[in-house]
C-alpha cells in the first residue's frame, strides 16, 4: 500500500475533519444535523412576524434572515440524509468494530462538568465572585482527575480571591461580591 | 511621505511610558497564556478580552497587539516541545519540530521560530504599512454589491479550503450568519429573533460565543477523555541557542515563508493556515538533506513559522481596510474593536487615524519585545508546561467566566457562554469547523447591510450582483473556490476508497 505514506501537508491539514467525516453514522452527527435543521426552521418561521414597517424598503428586515433560514435548513436536511444513508450502510455492510479507539468519551464526566457549570452560574451572584470560583475551581480538579482535595482548595481559593482583587479594586471591573464584604 | 508622517506619530503615542508598559505586559501575558497546552491565539485572545478592557481604546488595542504576538509564539513552543499545535496553522511546526526536540535541539528550534517570526513579523508590518493605506483608499470606492461579493468569497475560502466536508462548513456557516441575525435590526428598529428577552436586544453577545466555543468546549474535550495521557514534554537540554550551520540554514526558509505568507494572509479570504502547509513542503523539497526529514530538520520549523507570522500578521490588512476578518484570531480582534465602538474598515484610517497608527507601530514594537524577552525567558516559559492539566482547566474555566462576566455584567451571558462551549463540543467531535461559526456570526450584520444596500440601489433588483462585472468575476471565484476543492476530494475519495475498505 503505497498509499500508506501520505503527504503530510495537506493530509493533516484534513485531518481533524476527515476522521470525522468518514467515521460510521453517529448519534451525535445525527444530533448537529438535527439542530442545524431546527436552527434554520426557527429563522423561517420567526421570520414571518417581520415585516418591513412603515415606508419602502428595496429588502426588508425579513429577506436576509429568510435567505439565512434556508440555506441553514438546507444544510440540516443534507446532513440528516448523509447521516441516514450511512446508517443503512452500516446495517448492510459488516459491522465495524463499535469500540472506540480512544477508550470511549465519559459521558457522565461532561454531564456533570455542564450541570456544575451551570449551578456555578446560577449561584455567581448571590454568592459572589471569588467564593463560588474558588468552590468551582475545587469541585472541577476532582473531576478532571487530581485527586489533592486539600491542594486544589488552596490553589482555587489563592486564585480566585487574587483575581476578584485584581480585577474588581485595582481594574475596576464589578464582580458579584456576595455575602463577605472586604473593606475598600 | 504621508505614510512616515503617519507612523512617526503612530511610534510617538506607542513609545509612551504607559503604551510601552502595555505591550510588555501584553506580550507576557499572551506568552503565558498561549503557551498552555492547548490554547491557540483565538482562544487566547478570547480568554484575555476583559483584561484590555479597563483601558482605553489605545492601550487597549496596544496591548493586543502583544497579546497577539505573544499567544501566538506560545503556541509554536506546545508544537515543539509537546507535539501540541495550539492552532491548525501550528500543525507543520510539529513534524520537525518535536523531532528536533527530541533529538535535544529544542533549543534551536524555539530560536529558529523566534527569530524567524520576528523577522517576518517586522517585514509583514513594513507591508501593512504601505500597503494598507492604499487598500483602504480602494476601499472606499468599493460599491456594496462588489463588498458583498467580497465577503462571500472570504466565506466560502474559509469554508471550503479547510477540512474536508464542505457541507459541514457550510453548516457552520450558515448557524454563524443565523446566530447574526439576531437583535435590533438596524434600519428599521424591528427587533428579530429575540423572544422577548432584553440582553438579545443588542444582539447574541459574541464575546460569550467566542469563549464558549473556543475555551469552554476545551475543557469539556478535557473532561471527556480520560485522564493520564497528557504527551510528554521534552525539556531544553543546552543552550538556547542556534549554531552557526542552523543559522545558514534558516535564512532562506524565513525569507521563502515571508514570501508566501504576507500575500495569502493579506487577501480577504480564507485560508491563513495554508501558507505554513505550502512552506513546510517547499522547503522539503529544495532540501539537499531528504534523510533528515521527519527527523528534525530545521528548515521545516523555520519556514512554516515565519510563514505563520507572516501570514496572521497579513490578516491585518483586510481587517483593518476592510472590515472582513478572515480567520478566528481576526474575528476575536474585530470583536476587540467592537467594543469601543471602532468599525474597522476603509473609514478606519481616516476616522480613526491616532488610533490605528499607533496600533501599527505597537506591532513593530510588540514584536521586538517578544524577540528580546522571550528567548532569554523560555525556560521559564517552558515550566509552565509542567502544570497538572486538572488544575490548568479549572483555571481556565474561572478566567472564562471572569472575561464574559466583566464585559456585560449579566449573568445571562455566562450561561450563555457555557451553552455555546456544549454546542461547540458537539460540533467539533462530529467535524464542524468552528471558524466559519465565529465568522458567520461577526461578519453576518455587514453582509446584511451590504446586501441590502446594494438591492436598494438597484431599486429591488436582484440581479445586481451578477450584472455588475466585477461583483459576478468575484462570485463566480467564490463559486469555483467552493465546487473545485468539493470535486477533488471526491475523486480522491473514489480513488482510496477499495484501499480503505481493504485495510
Same mark, same amino acid.
Given at each position: 500500500l503505497t498509499a500508506a505514506t501520505p503527504d503530510p501537508g495537506t493530509e493533516e491539514l484534513d485531518a481533524a475533519t476527515t476522521e470525522a467525516a468518514q467515521k460510521p453514522a453517529s448519534w451525535e452527527t445525527m444530533l448537529c444535523a438535527v439542530l442545524v435543521g431546527t436552527l434554520g426552521l426557527v429563522l423561517l418561521i420567526g421570520s414571518r412576524d417581520l415585516d418591513g414597517g412603515l415606508g419602502y424598503q428595496a429588502v426588508g428586515p425579513a429577506v436576509f434572515p429568510q435567505l439565512v433560514g434556508l440555506g441553514t435548513l438546507t444544510c440540516g436536511v443534507l446532513l440528516v440524509i448523509g447521516e441516514i444513508r450511512r446508517l443503512l450502510a452500516a446495517a448492510r455492510g459488516p459491522r465495524s468494530a463499535a469500540a472506540e479507539p480512544d477508550g470511549g468519551t465519559r459521558w457522565s464526566h461532561v454531564a456533570a462538568m455542564v450541570l456544575v457549570l451551570a449551578a456555578y452560574g446560577l449561584v455567581l451572584e448571590p454568592v459572589g465572585f471569588w467564593q463560588a470560583s474558588g468552590v468551582l475551581f475545587t469541585v472541577l480538579a476532582r473531576l478532571l482527575g487530581s485527586r489533592r482535595l486539600i491542594r486544589d482548595a488552596v490553589v482555587g481559593f489563592a486564585l480566585s480571591l487574587t483575581v476578584y482583587f485584581f480585577f474588581?479594586?485595582?481594574?475596576?471591573?464589578?464582580?458579584?461580591?456576595?455575602?463577605v464584604h472586604f473593606a475598600g | 511621505l504621508d505614510v512616515l508622517d503617519h507612523l512617526a506619530a503612530g511610534f510617538n503615542a506607542a513609545l509612551l511610558l504607559q503604551n510601552l508598559a502595555l505591550a510588555l505586559l501584553g506580550v507576557t501575558i499572551g506568552t503565558l497564556v498561549g503557551? #498552555? /497546552?492547548? #490554547? &491557540?491565539p483565538a482562544t487566547t485572545l478570547s480568554l484575555l478580552l476583559p483584561v484590555t478592557f479597563s483601558l482605553d481604546a489605545t492601550g487597549a488595542l496596544v496591548m493586543f497587539a502583544g497579546l497577539y504576538y505573544g499567544s501566538m509564539y506560545g503556541g509554536s513552543t506546545t508544537a515543539i516541545l509537546? =507535539?501540541? /499545535? &495550539?492552532?491548525? !496553522? !501550528?500543525? /507543520?511546526?510539529?513534524?520537525?519540530g518535536y523531532p528536533m526536540a527530541r533529538r535535544g535541539r529544542g533549543g534551536a528550534a524555539l530560536t529558529t521560530a523566534a527569530v524567524g517570526s520576528f523577522v517576518a513579523g517586522t517585514v509583514t508590518t513594513v507591508g501593512i504599512t504601505f500597503l494598507a493605506p492604499v487598500i483602504s483608499d480602494v476601499g472606499k470606492s468599493v460599491q456594496p454589491a462588489e463588498y458583498f461579493a467580497i465577503i462571500v468569497f472570504a466565506f466560502v475560502t474559509v469554508t471550503a #479550503?479547510? &477540512? =474536508?466536508s464542505v457541507l459541514r462548513g457550510m453548516a457552520s456557516l450558515f448557524v454563524g450568519l443565523g446566530i447574526g441575525v439576531v437583535g435590533i435590526d438596524a434600519l428599521t428598529g424591528q427587533a428579530r429573533y429575540t423572544f422577548g428577552i432584553p440582553s438579545l436586544n443588542d444582539g447574541i453577545p459574541l464575546v460569550a460565543v467566542a469563549v464558549g466555543l473556543f475555551a469552554v468546549s476545551e475543557a469539556l474535550g478535557t473532561v471527556s477523555k480520560r485522564p493520564g495521557r497528557q504527551p510528554p514534554r521534552i525539556p531544553i537540554k543546552g543552550k538556547v541557542w542556534m549554531s552557526r550551520a542552523e543559522w545558514k540554514r534558516s535564512w532562506r526558509p524565513w525569507l521563502r515563508g515571508i514570501a508566501i505568507g504576507f500575500p495569502i494572509g493579506s487577501l /480577504? @479570504?480564507? &485560508? @491563513?493556515?495554508?501558507p505554513t502547509f505550502l512552506s513546510y513542503n517547499i522547503e522539503k523539497t529544495l532540501?539537499?538533506?531528504?534523510?533528515e526529514w521527519g527527523k528534525g530538520a530545521i528548515e521545516g520549523v523555520a519556514g512554516p513559522e515565519a510563514a505563520n507570522n507572516a501570514s496572521s500578521s497579513g490578516t491585518m490588512v483586510p481587517l483593518l481596510t476592510l472590515g472582513i476578518p478572515t480567520s478566528s484570531t481576526a474575528a476575536v480582534m474585530l470583536l476587540a474593536f467592537q467594543m469601543y465602538n471602532i468599525q474597522p474598515g476603509p473609514l478606519l484610517f481616516d476616522n480613526n487615524s491616532g488610533l490605528v497608527w499607533t496600533l501599527i507601530a505597537s506591532l513593530y514594537i510588540g514584536n521586538l519585545m517578544l524577540l528580546v524577552l522571550n528567548l532569554p525567558m523560555i525556560k521559564l516559559w517552558v515550566k509552565l508546561l509542567a502544570l497538572p492539566e486538572s488544575l490548568l482547566t479549572a483555571g481556565i474555566l474561572i478566567f472564562a467566566t471572569l472575561g464574559v462576566w466583566s464585559i456585560s455584567r449579566n449573568i445571562f451571558d455566562v450561561l450563555l457562554a457555557f451553552g455555546a462551549g456544549l454546542v461547540g463540543f458537539v460540533f467539533q467531535r462530529s467535524g464542524f469547523p468552528i471558524a466559519p461559526i465565529i465568522l458567520g456570526s461577526v461578519l453576518g450584520p455587514l453582509l446584511e447591510q451590504q446586501f441590502r444596500r446594494a438591492v436598494s440601489f438597484s431599486s429591488g433588483d436582484l440581479s445586481v450582483f451578477v450584472s455588475r462585472p466585477a461583483s459576478a468575476v468575484i462570485l463566480g471565484l467564490s463559486a469555483v473556490a467552493l465546487f473545485v476543492p468539493m470535486v477533488m476530494r471526491m475523486r480522491t475519495r473514489r480513488r482510496l476508497a477499495p484501499t480503505a475498505s481493504g485495510g
Open positions: 474588581d479594586r485595582v481594574l475596576e471591573v464589578q464582580l458579584p461580591e456576595g455575602f | 503557551v #498552555l /497546552p492547548g #490554547l &491557540g509537546m =507535539n501540541v /499545535p &495550539g492552532e491548525t !496553522s !501550528s500543525i /507543520p511546526t510539529t513534524f520537525e #479550503l479547510v &477540512g =474536508n /480577504p @479570504a480564507g &485560508g @491563513a493556515e495554508i532540501s539537499k538533506r531528504q534523510d
